[in-house]
Protein backbone atom coordinates (compact mmCIF):
# COMPACT_ATOMS: atom_id res chain seq x y z
CA UNK A 1 0.00 0.00 0.00
CA UNK A 2 0.93 3.21 -1.05
CA UNK A 3 1.56 5.98 2.35
CA UNK A 4 -0.07 8.86 2.42
CA UNK A 5 0.04 12.28 4.26
CA UNK A 6 -2.29 14.87 5.13
CA UNK A 7 -1.79 18.31 3.28
CA UNK A 8 -2.30 21.13 6.27
CA UNK A 9 -3.93 23.34 4.00
CA UNK A 10 -6.79 20.16 3.40
CA UNK A 11 -7.68 17.28 4.03
CA UNK A 12 -7.00 15.80 1.00
CA UNK A 13 -4.42 13.04 1.39
CA UNK A 14 -0.57 13.68 -0.76
CA UNK A 15 0.65 10.52 -2.40
CA UNK A 16 3.82 10.17 -1.64
CA UNK A 17 5.28 6.74 -2.80
CA UNK A 18 3.93 5.07 -6.10
CA UNK A 19 1.63 2.15 -6.52
CA UNK A 20 3.03 -1.19 -5.65
CA UNK A 21 3.95 -4.06 -8.35
CA UNK A 22 2.10 -7.06 -7.59
CA UNK A 23 3.83 -10.29 -6.59
CA UNK A 24 1.42 -12.82 -5.63
CA UNK A 25 -1.98 -11.21 -3.83
CA UNK A 26 -2.17 -8.42 -2.17
CA UNK A 27 -5.80 -9.79 -0.66
CA UNK A 28 -5.45 -9.13 3.12
CA UNK A 29 -8.63 -10.74 3.88
CA UNK A 30 -8.88 -13.83 5.96
CA UNK A 31 -13.02 -15.04 5.18
CA UNK A 32 -13.84 -16.43 2.03
CA UNK A 33 -13.71 -14.51 -0.94
CA UNK A 34 -17.46 -14.07 -1.29
CA UNK A 35 -19.09 -13.43 -4.91
CA UNK A 36 -20.47 -9.38 -4.71
CA UNK A 37 -23.26 -8.26 -6.68
CA UNK A 38 -23.09 -4.37 -8.21
CA UNK A 39 -25.34 -3.27 -5.93
CA UNK A 40 -23.81 -4.61 -3.12
CA UNK A 41 -21.05 -2.84 -3.84
CA UNK A 42 -22.44 0.31 -4.42
CA UNK A 43 -24.51 0.56 -0.85
CA UNK A 44 -20.79 -0.14 0.88
CA UNK A 45 -20.56 -3.91 1.62
CA UNK A 46 -18.48 -5.90 2.43
CA UNK A 47 -17.62 -3.51 5.37
CA UNK A 48 -14.39 -5.40 5.88
CA UNK A 49 -12.37 -5.21 2.79
CA UNK A 50 -12.52 -2.82 0.13
CA UNK A 51 -14.27 -3.75 -3.07
CA UNK A 52 -11.41 -4.79 -5.82
CA UNK A 53 -11.58 -3.31 -9.18
CA UNK A 54 -9.27 -4.97 -11.84
CA UNK A 55 -8.76 -2.63 -15.16
CA UNK A 56 -6.40 -3.91 -17.71
CA UNK A 57 -4.96 -2.43 -21.12
CA UNK A 58 -1.50 -1.39 -23.05
CA UNK A 59 -1.24 2.16 -21.78
CA UNK A 60 1.31 3.31 -24.41
CA UNK A 61 2.02 6.75 -24.64
CA UNK A 62 -0.48 6.83 -21.47
CA UNK A 63 -2.29 10.18 -21.80
CA UNK A 64 -5.32 11.87 -20.16
CA UNK A 65 -7.69 9.70 -21.44
CA UNK A 66 -6.65 6.51 -20.08
CA UNK A 67 -6.08 8.68 -16.60
CA UNK A 68 -10.02 9.37 -17.07
CA UNK A 69 -10.70 6.02 -17.23
CA UNK A 70 -8.77 4.78 -14.11
CA UNK A 71 -10.10 7.60 -12.38
CA UNK A 72 -13.76 6.51 -13.23
CA UNK A 73 -13.01 2.00 -12.65
CA UNK A 74 -11.11 3.73 -8.62
CA UNK A 75 -14.42 5.66 -8.09
CA UNK A 76 -17.09 2.84 -9.12
CA UNK A 77 -17.66 2.07 -5.63
CA UNK A 78 -16.98 3.96 -2.04
CA UNK A 79 -14.60 1.88 -1.18
CA UNK A 80 -12.28 0.42 -3.74
CA UNK A 81 -9.16 -1.18 -4.64
CA UNK A 82 -7.94 -0.18 -7.96
CA UNK A 83 -5.50 -3.58 -10.00
CA UNK A 84 -4.26 -2.44 -13.11
CA UNK A 85 -2.91 -4.91 -15.48
CA UNK A 86 -0.47 -3.53 -17.53
CA UNK A 87 0.30 -6.64 -21.27
CA UNK A 88 3.71 -7.52 -21.87
CA UNK A 89 5.59 -6.16 -25.39
CA UNK A 90 5.80 -9.77 -26.50
CA UNK A 91 1.89 -9.88 -25.76
CA UNK A 92 0.55 -6.39 -27.08
CA UNK A 93 3.27 -6.98 -30.59
CA UNK A 94 1.05 -10.32 -31.58
CA UNK A 95 -2.00 -9.27 -30.79
CA UNK A 96 -2.32 -5.03 -31.50
CA UNK A 97 0.88 -4.24 -33.09
CA UNK A 98 4.21 -2.47 -32.36
CA UNK A 99 4.36 0.16 -29.14
CA UNK A 100 6.41 3.68 -28.67
CA UNK A 101 6.89 2.92 -24.98
CA UNK A 102 8.46 -0.35 -23.99
CA UNK A 103 7.07 -2.43 -21.25
CA UNK A 104 9.17 -0.93 -18.54
CA UNK A 105 8.15 2.59 -19.44
CA UNK A 106 4.40 1.69 -19.31
CA UNK A 107 4.60 -0.09 -15.93
CA UNK A 108 6.47 3.11 -14.04
CA UNK A 109 3.71 4.85 -15.94
CA UNK A 110 0.88 3.27 -14.26
CA UNK A 111 2.70 3.36 -10.91
CA UNK A 112 2.73 7.19 -10.88
CA UNK A 113 -0.77 7.61 -11.35
CA UNK A 114 -2.83 8.64 -8.45
CA UNK A 115 -5.91 6.36 -8.77
CA UNK A 116 -3.58 3.08 -8.99
CA UNK A 117 -3.14 1.30 -5.55
CA UNK A 118 -1.25 -1.92 -7.81
CA UNK A 119 0.15 -2.81 -10.94
CA UNK A 120 0.29 -6.43 -12.24
CA UNK A 121 3.20 -7.25 -15.20
CA UNK A 122 2.63 -9.05 -18.23
CA UNK A 123 -1.07 -9.14 -17.48
CA UNK A 124 -3.02 -12.06 -19.40
CA UNK A 125 -4.33 -10.79 -23.04
CA UNK A 126 -7.90 -13.00 -21.91
CA UNK A 127 -9.08 -12.92 -18.50
CA UNK A 128 -9.24 -16.46 -16.76
CA UNK A 129 -11.34 -17.76 -14.11
CA UNK A 130 -7.72 -18.63 -12.59
CA UNK A 131 -6.48 -15.09 -12.92
CA UNK A 132 -9.49 -14.01 -11.27
CA UNK A 133 -9.41 -15.96 -8.30
CA UNK A 134 -5.99 -15.77 -7.85
CA UNK A 135 -5.98 -12.01 -7.39
CA UNK A 136 -9.79 -11.66 -5.61
CA UNK A 137 -10.85 -9.82 -8.38
CA UNK A 138 -14.58 -8.88 -7.35
CA UNK A 139 -14.93 -6.47 -10.92
CA UNK A 140 -13.36 -5.88 -14.44
CA UNK A 141 -13.56 -2.14 -15.44
CA UNK A 142 -13.54 -0.97 -19.08
CA UNK A 143 -15.47 0.91 -21.71
CA UNK A 144 -18.51 -0.67 -23.26
CA UNK A 145 -17.49 -0.74 -26.64
CA UNK A 146 -17.30 -4.69 -27.96
CA UNK A 147 -13.02 -5.42 -28.22
CA UNK A 148 -12.81 -7.74 -30.84
CA UNK A 149 -9.18 -9.42 -30.50
CA UNK A 150 -7.59 -12.78 -30.27
CA UNK A 151 -9.93 -14.67 -32.24
CA UNK A 152 -12.77 -13.54 -30.60
CA UNK A 153 -15.82 -10.76 -30.68
CA UNK A 154 -15.30 -9.64 -27.53
CA UNK A 155 -12.55 -10.50 -25.24
CA UNK A 156 -14.80 -9.22 -22.11
CA UNK A 157 -17.83 -11.31 -23.29
CA UNK A 158 -17.61 -14.21 -20.63
CA UNK A 159 -17.05 -11.53 -17.36
CA UNK A 160 -19.71 -9.10 -19.18
CA UNK A 161 -21.98 -12.82 -18.52
CA UNK A 162 -21.06 -13.60 -15.29
CA UNK A 163 -21.93 -9.98 -14.24
CA UNK A 164 -18.35 -8.71 -13.22
CA UNK A 165 -18.26 -6.11 -15.95
CA UNK A 166 -18.25 -2.29 -14.91
CA UNK A 167 -18.40 -0.15 -17.98
CA UNK A 168 -16.32 3.46 -18.13
CA UNK A 169 -16.65 6.04 -20.50
CA UNK A 170 -14.35 6.37 -22.62
CA UNK A 171 -12.51 10.13 -23.47
CA UNK A 172 -13.09 11.71 -27.07
CA UNK A 173 -10.46 13.37 -28.99
CA UNK A 174 -8.07 10.97 -27.08
CA UNK A 175 -6.21 8.32 -28.15
CA UNK A 176 -2.74 6.68 -28.05
CA UNK A 177 -3.81 6.42 -31.97
CA UNK A 178 -4.64 9.74 -32.33
CA UNK A 179 -1.34 10.94 -30.93
CA UNK A 180 0.77 8.61 -33.25
CA UNK A 181 -1.62 9.96 -36.16
CA UNK A 182 -0.53 13.08 -35.45
CA UNK A 183 3.31 12.14 -35.52
CA UNK A 184 3.05 10.58 -38.13
CA UNK A 185 1.16 13.20 -40.20
CA UNK A 186 3.91 15.42 -39.16
CA UNK A 187 6.67 13.69 -39.68
CA UNK A 188 9.02 15.76 -41.25
CA UNK A 189 8.63 18.72 -38.47
CA UNK A 190 9.49 16.45 -35.83
CA UNK A 191 12.44 14.96 -37.70
CA UNK A 192 13.48 18.71 -38.43
CA UNK A 193 12.75 18.94 -34.33
CA UNK A 194 14.50 16.66 -33.30
CA UNK A 195 17.37 16.88 -35.66
CA UNK A 196 18.06 20.84 -34.69
CA UNK A 197 18.03 19.54 -31.12
CA UNK A 198 21.35 17.16 -31.43
CA UNK A 199 19.50 13.76 -32.50
CA UNK A 200 21.21 12.24 -35.74
CA UNK A 201 20.49 11.30 -38.94
CA UNK A 202 21.22 7.52 -37.78
CA UNK A 203 19.00 8.09 -34.41
CA UNK A 204 16.01 9.02 -36.82
CA UNK A 205 16.23 6.82 -39.42
CA UNK A 206 16.63 9.87 -41.94
CA UNK A 207 18.87 9.50 -45.36
CA UNK A 208 21.88 11.67 -46.14
CA UNK A 209 19.35 13.39 -49.06
CA UNK A 210 16.73 14.29 -46.05
CA UNK A 211 19.19 15.04 -43.58
CA UNK A 212 20.18 17.85 -45.87
CA UNK A 213 17.03 18.55 -46.73
CA UNK A 214 15.88 19.23 -43.20
CA UNK A 215 19.18 20.93 -42.14
CA UNK A 216 18.39 23.72 -44.94
CA UNK A 217 14.78 24.23 -44.26
CA UNK A 218 16.29 24.60 -40.56
CA UNK A 219 18.07 27.37 -41.24
CA UNK A 220 15.64 29.13 -43.45
CA UNK A 221 13.03 29.14 -40.84
CA UNK A 222 16.03 30.73 -38.62
CA UNK A 223 16.71 33.52 -41.67
CA UNK A 224 12.48 33.75 -41.41
CA UNK A 225 12.39 34.11 -37.78
CA UNK A 226 15.36 36.39 -37.52
CA UNK A 227 13.57 39.29 -40.05
CA UNK A 228 10.10 37.93 -38.29
CA UNK A 229 11.91 39.38 -35.17
CA UNK A 230 13.52 42.56 -36.92
CA UNK A 231 9.84 43.49 -38.34
CA UNK A 232 8.36 43.36 -34.84
CA UNK A 233 11.20 45.36 -33.78
CA UNK A 234 10.71 48.09 -36.65
CA UNK A 235 6.60 47.94 -35.98
CA UNK A 236 7.03 48.41 -31.92
CA UNK A 237 9.89 51.61 -33.10
CA UNK A 238 7.44 53.13 -35.59
CA UNK A 239 4.56 53.10 -33.01
CA UNK A 240 6.73 54.32 -30.72
CA UNK A 241 7.43 57.09 -32.94
CA UNK A 242 3.72 57.93 -34.44
CA UNK A 243 2.96 57.65 -30.53
CA UNK A 244 5.37 60.44 -29.16
CA UNK A 245 4.68 62.48 -32.26
CA UNK A 246 1.34 62.33 -31.44
CA UNK A 247 1.79 63.63 -28.46
CA UNK A 248 4.34 66.59 -29.52
CA UNK A 249 1.51 67.46 -31.69
CA UNK A 250 -1.23 67.69 -29.22
CA UNK A 251 1.24 69.43 -26.92
CA UNK A 252 2.03 71.99 -29.74
CA UNK A 253 -1.42 72.60 -30.65
CA UNK A 254 -2.58 73.29 -26.71
CA UNK A 255 0.90 75.70 -26.31
CA UNK A 256 -0.05 77.16 -29.90
CA UNK A 257 -4.13 78.05 -28.38
CA UNK A 258 -2.38 79.23 -25.34
CA UNK A 259 0.10 81.52 -27.35
CA UNK A 260 -2.59 82.83 -29.53
CA UNK A 261 -5.25 83.19 -26.29
CA UNK A 262 -2.65 85.12 -24.16
CA UNK A 263 -2.00 87.15 -27.43
CA UNK A 264 -5.79 88.21 -27.92
CA UNK A 265 -6.16 89.37 -24.67
CA UNK A 266 -3.17 91.62 -24.59
CA UNK A 267 -2.98 93.07 -28.32
CA UNK A 268 -6.99 92.32 -29.36
CA UNK A 269 -9.33 95.27 -29.88
CA UNK A 270 -10.35 95.10 -26.05
CA UNK A 271 -6.87 93.59 -24.69
CA UNK A 272 -4.78 95.08 -22.11
CA UNK A 273 -2.00 96.76 -23.88
CA UNK A 274 -4.62 99.09 -25.21
CA UNK A 275 -6.44 100.17 -22.39
CA UNK A 276 -2.82 100.46 -21.19
CA UNK A 277 -2.38 102.67 -23.80
CA UNK A 278 -6.03 105.25 -23.41
CA UNK A 279 -4.91 105.79 -20.15
CA UNK A 280 -1.41 106.72 -20.67
CA UNK A 281 -2.84 109.23 -23.58
CA UNK A 282 -5.38 110.98 -21.69
CA UNK A 283 -2.59 111.18 -18.79
CA UNK A 284 -0.66 113.00 -21.26
CA UNK A 285 -3.06 115.22 -23.13
CA UNK A 286 -4.12 116.11 -19.78
CA UNK A 287 -0.63 116.86 -18.43
CA UNK A 288 0.49 119.23 -21.64
CA UNK A 289 -2.84 120.87 -21.71
CA UNK A 290 -2.67 124.60 -20.53
CA UNK A 291 -4.88 125.51 -17.24
CA UNK A 292 -8.31 128.16 -17.71
CA UNK A 293 -8.08 131.20 -16.12
CA UNK A 294 -11.13 132.21 -13.88
CA UNK A 295 -13.25 134.37 -15.64
CA UNK A 296 -14.11 137.20 -13.15
CA UNK A 297 -12.08 137.34 -9.26
CA UNK A 298 -14.18 138.44 -6.16
CA UNK A 299 -13.63 142.28 -5.40
CA UNK A 300 -11.95 143.14 -2.32
CA UNK A 301 -13.83 145.65 -0.12
CA UNK A 302 -12.45 148.33 1.20
CA UNK A 303 -12.38 149.51 5.11
CA UNK A 304 -14.24 152.49 5.72
CA UNK A 305 -11.54 153.21 8.39
CA UNK A 306 -9.02 152.74 6.29
CA UNK A 307 -8.85 155.27 2.95
CA UNK A 308 -6.84 154.52 0.27
CA UNK A 309 -2.98 154.16 0.41
CA UNK A 310 -1.60 156.58 -2.84
CA UNK A 311 -0.15 154.69 -5.03
CA UNK A 312 3.35 154.24 -4.74
CA UNK A 313 5.73 155.69 -7.33
CA UNK A 314 6.79 152.10 -8.43
CA UNK A 315 3.40 151.48 -9.69
CA UNK A 316 2.83 154.94 -10.88
CA UNK A 317 6.31 154.17 -12.27
CA UNK A 318 5.01 150.78 -13.73
CA UNK A 319 1.58 151.98 -15.16
CA UNK A 320 3.33 154.67 -17.04
CA UNK A 321 5.40 154.17 -19.63
CA UNK A 322 8.27 156.89 -20.39
CA UNK A 323 7.94 159.17 -23.22
CA UNK A 324 11.71 159.14 -23.68
CA UNK A 325 14.86 157.75 -23.44
CA UNK A 326 15.96 160.81 -21.49
CA UNK A 327 12.78 160.47 -19.49
CA UNK A 328 13.03 157.40 -18.52
CA UNK A 329 16.46 158.03 -17.22
CA UNK A 330 15.42 160.79 -15.28
CA UNK A 331 12.46 158.67 -13.84
CA UNK A 332 15.03 155.93 -12.84
CA UNK A 333 17.39 158.05 -10.79
CA UNK A 334 14.88 159.89 -8.99
CA UNK A 335 13.04 156.41 -8.39
CA UNK A 336 16.86 155.97 -6.48
CA UNK A 337 17.18 158.68 -4.66
CA UNK A 338 13.87 158.47 -3.14
CA UNK A 339 14.49 155.01 -2.01
CA UNK A 340 17.62 155.92 -0.76
CA UNK A 341 15.65 159.38 1.41
CA UNK A 342 13.33 156.83 2.58
CA UNK A 343 16.44 154.95 4.03
Sequence with gaps: MRCEETSHKSNIPTLTEPAIFMQDTSCDCRAPHEKLTIEQAKHGTPVDRPVR????????????????ALMQAKNLFPNSYLIVGVCSDELTHKYKGFT?????????ALRHCRYVDEVVRDAPWTLTAEF?????????????IPYSSAGTEDVYK?????GMF????RTEGISTSDLITRIVRDYDVYAR????????AKELNVSYINEKKYRLQNQVDRMKEKVRTVEEKSKH????VEEKSADLIQKWEEKSREFIGNFL???????TWKQMFQERSGRMIQAFSPRSSPSSSPTREVSPSRSPSPPSRWASARNSPPSSPKGASASISSMSEGDEDEK
Design 100 to 108: VMTEDERYE
Design 265 to 271: ELFGPDG
Design 158 to 162: HIKEA
Design 193 to 200: RNLQRGYT
Design 53 to 68: VYADGIFDLFHSGHAR
Design 132 to 144: LEKHKIDFVAHDD
Design 237 to 240: FVYR
Design 166 to 169: VPTQ
